[in-house]
C-alpha cells in the first residue's frame, strides 16, 4: 500500500502539472481571441514549444537518479555502465552518470533532427509571418519555458520524482507531445489548403489567415486536450494492465548497484597480468560484430582498389581497417581491467571484483553462489603462463582473465574446477 506521503507527492505532482498545462495552453488561446493569431502563429507557437519540451526532457535525463541500462558486453560504454560511475552536485543528493554524459551528443542529435524535420515539414510551407506575430510567439514561447521549467523543478526535483528515473525514462511524455505537435500540425495545414485553394492548391500559396476562428479554436482544443489526457495518463492503469503509473509504458529502470565492500579478510588480492589487462582484447574480437562489420567494410573497399591495382592505397586501408578495431577492443579490454583488483576472502568463502580507478566493487559472489566453476587457458593464457576463471552463477558468469595463478580463487569455492583450451574466451558478460 503506497505511503500517505507519496500519495500526497503524487497528488501535488499532477497538481503543478495540471495548473503549468492549463497556463501554456491559455497563451495560444489569448493570441488567438486578442491578438488576431492566424493558423500559422499557432504552428510556430507549437513548434517552439517543442523545442522547449525537448530541452526540458534533457535536463530531466542529465540528471536522473537511476543508472542508464546499457549491456556491459557493448564495446568501450559497456565497462563505464557496469562500473555505474556518477559525479555527485554538491549540498544536494543528485548524480549525474557518466554513460549518461556520453549518450547525451548523440540523444541531442536526434532530438535537433526531429525538431528541424518537424519544423520543414509544418513551418516551411507557410509564408513568412509579420513582425508583431514573431514578437508574440516569441514572448509566449519564453512563457511556456518558465512554466515548463517550474513545472519540473517542482515536480521532477523538490517532489524527487527523479529518483525514480533513469535517462531513458526521463523522456517520458516527449514522444506523445511529438505525435500531437506532428499530426495537429498535418491537421492545421489541411484546414489552411482546403480554405484557401482546396486540394490543388500550391505551397507557395497557402494563406493561413483564411482559416476562419472556429477552425484555429479547434486546433488549440486538440492540443489542450491531448495534454490534459498526459496530465491523467496515470489512470489508464485502471485499463491496461501492462500501464506502470510511474513510467507509462515503459519498463521500471534498475536501480543503482548496491554492494557490500566490506571483507571480513582479503587474505589475498589478485589482479590479470599487465599484458593481458590491455591486449586481452582482440582474443574477443569474433563477439564483437560491430568490429567484424567494421574491419569487413574496410577490406571489401580495399578489394574495389586492388582491382584497379592501386596497391599502395589498399595497404593503408587493409591497416587502417585492422588496426583500428585491434586499438578499440584493446581500449575496451583496458577500460574492464586495467584497474580491476579481485579481493579474495578464503576463510569465509567470498571473492570481490574492485575497480580502483572509479573506487567501486563490480561484483561479489559467496562460495554458496557458485554452479559451476571452470579454468582455462586461452592462446593469451598459452603465452603468458596464465589461466582465465570462469564463475558461473544463477544471474550468469563472472570472468576472470589471465591471471598468474588461479589456486587461491579456486580455493574460495569447495570443488575441483573443470579445465579445458579454448581458441577464443566463451561470449558472456565480463561482469555478470
Not at 530531466?60 to 552536485?89: C, D, H, M, N, Y
Not at 500501464?243 to 529502470?253: E, I, K, R, S, V
Not at 585491434?326 to 567470498?350: K, P, S
Not at 582455462?376 to 552463477?393: A, M, N, R, W, Y
Request: charged content about 15%.
Amino acid at each position: 500500500m503506497p505511503s500517505t506521503r507519496r500519495v500526497l507527492r503524487t497528488e501535488d505532482s499532477r497538481r503543478t502539472e495540471l495548473l503549468g498545462t492549463i497556463a501554456s495552453n491559455s497563451l495560444p488561446i489569448v493570441g488567438v481571441a486578442f491578438l488576431d493569431w492566424s493558423a500559422a502563429a499557432l504552428l510556430f507557437l507549437y513548434w517552439f514549444e517543442l523545442g522547449v519540451d525537448s530541452v526540458w526532457a534533457l535536463v530531466r535525463a542529465v540528471f536522473a537518479g537511476r543508472p542508464p541500462t546499457i549491456e556491459t558486453g557493448t564495446l568501450l560504454i559497456g565497462p563505464l555502465a557496469e562500473r555505474q560511475f556518477a559525479l555527485s552536485i554538491p549540498r544536494t543528493d543528485l548524480r549525474v552518470y557518466l554513460t549518461t554524459v556520453l549518450a547525451l551528443p548523440v540523444t541531442v542529435l536526434v532530438l535537433a533532427g526531429v525538431w528541424v524535420f518537424t519544423g520543414a515539414l509544418l513551418i516551411g510551407p507557410l509564408p513568412e509571418p509579420s513582425t508583431e506575430t514573431v514578437s508574440g510567439v516569441l514572448l509566449a514561447t519564453v512563457g511556456i519555458f518558465v512554466l515548463t521549467g517550474v513545472t519540473t523543478v517542482r515536480n521532477y526535483f523538490y517532489n524527487g520524482a527523479y529518483r525514480k528515473h533513469n535517462s531513458t525514462t526521463a523522456f517520458r511524455g516527449l514522444l506523445p507531445r511529438m505525435v500531437t505537435v506532428f499530426f495537429g500540425g498535418i491537421l492545421t495545414l489541411m484546414l489552411i489548403t482546403a480554405a484557401t485553394e482546396g486540394p490543388e492548391a500550391e505551397l507557395g500559396s497557402l494563406d493561413p489567415t483564411v482559416v476562419g476562428l472556429p477552425m484555429v479554436l479547434m486546433v488549440v482544443c486538440f492540443k489542450f486536450t491531448s495534454d490534459l489526457l498526459g496530465v491523467y495518463s496515470d489512470r489508464l492503469a485502471v485499463y491496461f494492465k501492462s500501464y506502470d503509473q510511474d513510467y507509462g509504458w515503459q519498463t521500471a529502470p534498475s536501480k543503482a548497484r548496491s554492494i557490500d565492500e566490506t571483507l571480513a579478510e582479503a587474505s589475498e588480492r589478485l589482479r590479470p597480468v599487465r599484458w593481458g589487462r590491455v591486449i586481452g582484447g582482440p582474443l574477443r574480437f569474433p563477439h564483437h560484430p560491430g568490429s567484424v562489420f567494421l574491419c569487413a567494410i574496410g577490406l571489401l573497399v580495399a578489394v574495389l582498389f586492388a582491382i584497379g591495382g592501386a596497391w599502395d592505397i589498399v595497404a593503408v586501408i587493409v591497416v587502417t581497417s585492422v588496426s583500428i578495431p585491434v586499438l578499440l577492443l584493446c581500449l575496451d579490454q583496458l577500460l574492464r581491467y586495467g584497474a580491476i583488483e579481485y579481493r579474495i576472502d578464503a576463510d569465509n568463502g567470498t571473492l570481490m571484483a574492485y575497480d580502483h580507478l572509479f573506487g567501486t566493487a563490480l561484483w561479489r559472489i559467496e562460495s554458496w553462489d557458485e554452479q559451476r566453476l571452470r579454468v582455462e587457458k586461452t592462446p593469451l593464457d598459452s603465452l603468458f603462463g596464465t589461466e582465465t576463471v570462469t564463475i558461473e552463477h544463477a544471474g550468469g558468469e563472472y570472468i576472470l582473465p589471465h591471471l598468474s595463478d588461479a589456486a587461491p580463487v579456486v580455493a574460495v569455492f569447495d570443488r575441483q574446477p573443470e579445465r579445458s583450451e579454448q581458441l577464443f574466451p566463451g561470449r558472456a558478460s565480463l561482469f555478470g
